[in-house]
């Protein structure tokens, strides 16, 4: 027990350092043993705590998922470190437990990513901590205690490992692959209108959105390889099909406008973003391959995703490969992801590799976890800013009905009582986006309700009961209560 204790910082010290060395070689990405163990733990979690996390945490679950996937790997390494140490106490060698160590480390990550190099580097930094810990504590020979000296060396040795890896992993990391401006002139003409068409209200996010949100099962994106990445088409087909990036990207291709929203948002919250996408028809890509009468599709992802959904949504799909002018962005599903107009965003795959076609419906990732987010998405109009001047206070936000459009949105400033029409943003080219309203107002001086609805494009009032995120989609009136 006692030399268990004495061992500890060291061992403590070569899972930081493991970790460290992994990172230098991998970034962010599937190859780093604490992003690999990270998606595992996502995995793992049973579903209903994941669903909590979505719900509750938001992009914070996230965090955790990745602060988990550090803790794992680096209590890896210290236990690996600490049998070690075991073993050649036992045999009463010094020379074993840093080969040892580092051995297994290396092992331990290769099983674990599959990349050598990274593990490589993670078994290299093991074993030298045990090296390096025991040389540093003698040097240190002033300081008062032993114990001590093990912790100061152990300490310097971790950070010395973090302070080097940091830089070069950094590096490594894959970012968006962007080339801005953008040069295609129909891109920039479609951006400027949108631009021109955004309302100005202070705190508003214009109608192309300046943060996408992201969601995924992943703590580190898949990092595909345009020129060796491919489609195929399978399952109750004529003829199976496979398409690489260069035979999509060279279909007839459009600019359109499409709004993305999460099922496992809250009501006011987040997770709806608008983008202009470049994307090729899905509906020739299923001529080509003969899909018939079938039910349903199942569509697969590189990070293990899959969702499934009627044929029908499916052909009216499209496979999406630029954002706004660039290169879609790894975390957007680079180098192909699809997108199914009207949806919830969760059938919008990123890091799409399959398109199999059922003869039977079956359950996607989500809805094996109790969610139902295959279908069209609720209607809503969401109220993210209040801006006053003087007396005057005007509130805005974005409404958004899928396919079936909206034609007004109403707004409220007495707790429903009485209704009057919000301004709209002029409308976008395209069948499934989102449209801005403002609407300004005298304070009535004292504490009050302010209540926002939709109009869809026939005229249906979007539907005032409320409902939580969970398994649906949140559903019900935005309500925002404001001081005079
Ligand atoms: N491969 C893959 N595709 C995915 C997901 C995922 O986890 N993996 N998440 C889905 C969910 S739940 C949503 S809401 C949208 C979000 O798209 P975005 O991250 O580009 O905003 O992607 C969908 N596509
Ligand atoms: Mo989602």
């Known amino acids: 027990m006692e030399r268990l204790r004495s061992w500890l910082p060291e061992a403590l010290a070569a899972g930081v350092a493991g970790v460290a060395g992994s990172y230098a070689l991998a970034g962010f990405t599937q190859a780093f043993v604490a992003g690999s163990l990270a998606s595992t733990v996502a995995r793992v979690t049973p579903g209903i705590v994941v669903t909590a996390a979505i719900t509750t945490l938001g992009d914070a679950g996230k965090l955790l998922t990745v ?3 550090f803790a794992v790997a680096v209590a890896l390494f210290a236990t690996i470190a600490l049998a070690a140490r075991a073993a050649g106490d036992a045999v009463e060698s010094t020379a074993l437990p840093p080969m040892l160590a580092g051995t297994a480390a290396f092992g331990a990550s290769t099983l674990l990513t599959g990349a050598l190099a990274p ?41 010395a490992a973090a302070g080097v890896a940091y830089p070069l992993g950094r590096r490594r990391t894959p970012g968006a692959v962007a080339d801005d401006p953008p040069s295609d002139p129909e891109v920039r003409s479609l951006l400027a209108e949108a631009s021109a068409k955004s309302l100005d209200v202070d705190g508003l996010e214009p109608l192309v959105s300046d943060e996408f949100y992201e969601v995924d099962i992943n703590a580190a ?12 088409v399978t399952g109750a087909v004529d003829e199976d099909l496979e398409l690489d990036y260069d035979e999509v990207t060279a279909m007839e291709s459009r600019e359109v406008f499409t709004t993305l929203r999460c099922v496992g948002e809250s009501l006011n919250g987040r997770k709806m973003d608008t983008a202009l996408w470049t994307a090729v028809p899905l509906r020739d890509v299923l001529e080509r391959a003969g899909v018939g009468e079938n039910c349903c599709v199942m569509l697969r992802a590189a990070d293990g995703y899959y ?45 799409l590799t399959e398109i199999e076609i059922l003869a039977e419906p079956a359950d996607g990732y989500w809805e094996k976890r109790g969610w139902h987010g295959t279908g069209p998405v609720n209607t809503v109009a969401k109220l993210h ?22 034609s007004a949105v109403e707004v409220s400033t007495d707790g429903g009582d009485t209704w009057q029409e919000a301004t709209l943003s002029e409308e976008l080219p395209g069948k499934d986006v989102w449209r801005q309203w403002a609407y ?14 939709a109009i869809e494009a026939d005229g249906t009032v979007q539907p005032k009961e409320r409902a939580d995120a969970y398994p649906s989609g949140p559903t019900g009136w935005v309500s925002k209560e404001l001081r005079g």
């Open 67 to 69: 602060a988990g996937g």
């Open 221 to 232: 994106d898949p990092t595909l390889d345009a020129d060796e990445w491919t489609l195929s």
């Open 385 to 406: 800013a209040t801006a006053r001047d003087g007396d005057r206070i005007e509130v805005a936000g974005h409404a958004y009905a899928g396919t079936r459009g909206i």
């Open 119 to 159: 593990a490589l580097a993670a078994g290299a930094a093991v074993g030298a901590t045990l090296v390096v810990v025991p040389l540093a504590a003698r040097v240190g020979g002033d300081a008062p205690d032993p114990g001590r000296r093990r912790v100061l060396g152990a300490v310097g040795t971790a950070l």
């Open 440 to 453: 300004a107002y005298d304070s009535p001086g004292e504490r009050h309700e302010v209540v926002v609805r």
């Open 307 to 351: 969702e499934e959904f009627p044929v029908a949504a499916l052909r009216e799909g499209m496979l999406a490969y630029r954002m706004n002018g660039d290169p879609l962005p790894r975390g957007h599903g680079y180098p192909v992801r699809a997108l199914i107009p009207g949806h919830w965003g969760e059938i919008n795959v990123k890091w």
